[in-house]
């Protein structure tokens, strides 16, 4: 507390954030299964203290071990850091921008679930800036698939594989658009 805020980003500065900086506790969200189409995961980040890996994954809904779309962290030039993207355990695909610790990012994971069998595609989004209206064109890790098994996204975790990391996850927004995602403004429902 207090959590992240991002410029024109819905759930900015709403609550606290989640602090991933240990080991061994990792946790995950449950949500309807997609078998088809395209899952967006939005999220603001901040990166206080570096540590080489992934910090967040898609899952199936049932976590168990198989974690995909894996969101890293990677080296860059000291004291700057990229980040990366995997579709399942290979290395990591990395942004050839470095970013700065301790700046909130918007990051937005995108999951396109295509018809037939290891061709699912991964891409990721990261801003520093406006948040455009529409999907760009192109992402800042542009789309791309391995061979990988592909899997029904049905949950979204987040992992502390390192005492030395120190990152910030906050206002986490699943959906199966960009709209829904990134640009829709947030509704409150009165549950009283």
């Given at each position: 507390v207090p959590g992240l805020s991002f410029t024109g980003y819905a759930l900015s500065g709403i609550g606290g954030a989640a602090v991933l900086d240990n080991t061994g506790e990792d946790v995950n969200k449950t949500f309807t299964s997609q078998s088809?189409?395209?899952?967006?995961?939005?999220?603001m980040v901040k990166?206080?203290?570096?540590?080489?890996?992934?910090?967040?994954?898609?899952?199936?809904?049932?976590?168990?071990?198989?974690?995909?779309?894996?969101?890293?962290?990677?080296?860059?030039?000291?004291?700057?850091?990229?980040?990366?993207?995997?579709?399942?355990?290979?290395?990591?695909?990395?942004?050839?921008?470095?970013y700065t610790l301790g700046a909130t990012y918007l990051a937005v994971l995108k999951y396109n679930i295509i018809d037939g069998a290891s061709n699912d595609e991964v891409?990721?989004?990261?801003?520093?800036?406006?948040?455009?209206?529409?999907?760009?064109t192109t992402a800042t890790i542009p789309a791309f698939t391995t061979t990988a098994t592909d899997y029904s996204p049905g949950s979204v975790g987040m992992r502390q594989?390192?005492?030395?990391?120190?990152?910030?996850?906050?206002?986490?927004?699943?959906?199966t658009s960009w709209a829904e995602a990134v640009t829709a403004e947030f509704s409150t429902v009165d549950n009283t």
């Open positions: 088809s189409g395209t899952v967006y995961v939005a999220f990166i206080d203290a570096f540590s080489a890996g992934y910090f967040l994954h898609l899952g199936q809904t049932t976590m168990g071990t198989t974690y995909f779309a894996r969101v890293f962290m990677a080296t860059g030039t000291d004291p700057t850091f990229k980040f990366g993207l995997a579709k399942s355990t290979e290395a990591a695909v990395t942004t050839s921008t470095e891409s990721l989004y990261i801003f520093d800036g406006a948040i455009p209206a529409t999907e760009p594989f390192n005492a030395g990391q120190n990152v910030q996850v906050d206002g986490i927004r699943i959906a």
